[in-house]
């Protein structure tokens, strides 16, 4: 049972939401460690940083959702589905970029902080639209 609910496909919106939710946060692993990494350690502007590790972030994404998220894919070509999935996620950069420099540079948050806060934000813009466009059943 376990293995069918983390491995195997589903239409179920619900399902879909919440194994999107844990491949978001093995991607969130991803962009956050590699955030820090490029900030703190090569001492990269923040923002420059937050680009960077989304990107990678977002690749990781895309293999956990084609693998064991969705089931249904609304487009056959996937250089096509993925230059989509990626569209969507430039819009998602665009919120993560902005949502960290209003809570980092307005509020005064600490750049980690605010990438959580992004991170809320983002997930429900590309999940719902990824789903809409590319995955729909």
Known sequence: MLKDL?????????????????????AFVFDFFFLYLFTSFFHVHYLTSAAVSYLIGSVVHYGWSILFVFSSR???KRSVEFMIFSLVGVVGLGLNEGVMWVFT??????????????????????????RYILFRS
Request: proline share 0%.
């Open 105 to 130: 540079e307005k509020i005064g948050l600490y750049y980690l902080y605010s990438k959580l806060v992004a991170t809320f934000f983002v997930f429900f813009w590309n999940f719902s639209t990824r």
């Open 6 to 26: 983390a491995f195997k496909k589903t239409n179920n919106l619900f399902l879909q939401s919440f194994k999107y939710a844990i491949g978001g946060g093995v």
């Open 74 to 76: 609304s487009v056959e």
